[in-house]
């Protein structure tokens, strides 16, 4: 039997629920149902029913976009094709970043050149970053679509590009390593910058530059708070235990690819840091 008492207790519970656990594997999700325009809307157009979505940059604006919620955790997925042309100083990014004024952020930053890319990665926890790594491409980037992942559970943080796991960041706070506390965002975005380029200028006779994207749903826990009953849950797939390190395959193909495509690393720049930074030591 349930009274009014009952019923008014059930709503009180309901209005503490700021989280809702959300696992959604539907790759052919629309734009539109996790995403949305966060600049330069006249610069981004709609493909195969808004699954795919593609970003421009030219000399009057970029544009970019970002997931409607915040996550905890998850397995967040995109594809995407880069442009062609002369890229030079063009930067096309997917990222997570923290709702709240504690920084945290995991990237994935595509720095373009004169025919090639470089794959820049940084890691941000508790507002400390300059933790950069960067590859380069073992396939061009710009001929198809390829799968950029980035992993977040309790455990670890692992950077994929298609299968291949190519930076872990693990949770080992008890170190005093700072790890991503606060829920994030998934975003995308084309723009130009500085720092990409050492000072050479962009070469806006190859634009309008275009970065094509696909994959809009999100395997993640959406939350308000990263509350760790819900976003830590073993029930959710990217907290399961085949998840929480590398297996001796996917270290295999780690290792490979550090060792051939791996262009610089904060962990080995000791003019930068005298003293190797402690996750320096476990990551690999
Ligand atoms: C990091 O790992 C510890 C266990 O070693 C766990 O208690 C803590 O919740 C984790 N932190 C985050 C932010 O996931
Ligand atoms: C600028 O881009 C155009 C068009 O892609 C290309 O033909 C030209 O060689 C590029 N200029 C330089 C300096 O690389």
């Known amino acids: 039997m349930s009274s009014p008492m009952d ?5 009180f519970f309901a209005f503490l629920v700021v989280f809702v656990v959300h696992a959604n594997a539907a790759w052919g999700a629309p734009f539109e149902q996790n995403y ?17 979505v593609q970003l421009t940059l030219d000399q009057t604006s970029g544009s970019g976009f970002g ?7 998850g397995f967040f997925q995109m594809r995407i094709k880069l442009p062609d042309k002369d890229t ?9 970043i923290s709702v709240t004024s504690i920084h945290d952020e995991i990237d994935f930053e595509f720095l373009g050149g004169n025919e090639i890319f470089l794959l820049h990665t940084n890691v941000f926890t ?52 700072g790890y991503p506390t606060q829920p994030m965002r998934v975003e995308g975005t084309i723009w130009s910058a500085d720092w990409a380029s050492n000072g050479k200028p962009v070469n806006w006779s190859s634009a309008p530059f275009q ?9 993640g826990c959406q939350a308000q708070t990263l509350n760790p009953q ?13 998840f929480w390190d590398l297996d001796a395959n996917q270290r295999k193909a780690y290792e490979n690819v550090r ?18 930074p402690p996750e320096c030591q476990v990551n690999g």
């Open 88 to 96: 030079t100083r063009i930067i096309a990014t997917f990222y997570i």
């Open 7 to 11: 019923y008014c207790l059930m709503g």
């Open 211 to 219: 970065a094509n994207y696909q994959w809009f749903g999100i395997d």
């Open 36 to 52: 949305m325009v966060e600049y330069g809307s006249d610069h981004i157009q709609y493909f195969e029913g808004h699954t795919q």
């Open 67 to 73: 997931s409607k919620a915040g996550y905890g955790s």
């Open 126 to 177: 508790n507002g400390v970053g300059g933790r950069e790594q960067q590859f380069s491409f073992w396939f061009d980037p710009t001929a198809d679509f390829h799968t950029y992942k980035i992993l977040w559970n309790e455990h670890q943080i692992v950077l994929f590009v298609d299968e291949t796991p190519l930076r872990v960041f693990k949770n080992i706070t008890d170190s005093g390593v």
């Open 259 to 276: 060792n051939k495509f791996l262009k610089y690393d904060y962990c080995l720049d000791r003019a930068r840091y005298p003293n190797v």
């Open 230 to 242: 819900q976003c830590h849950s073993p029930d959710l797939f990217w907290n399961g235990q085949k």
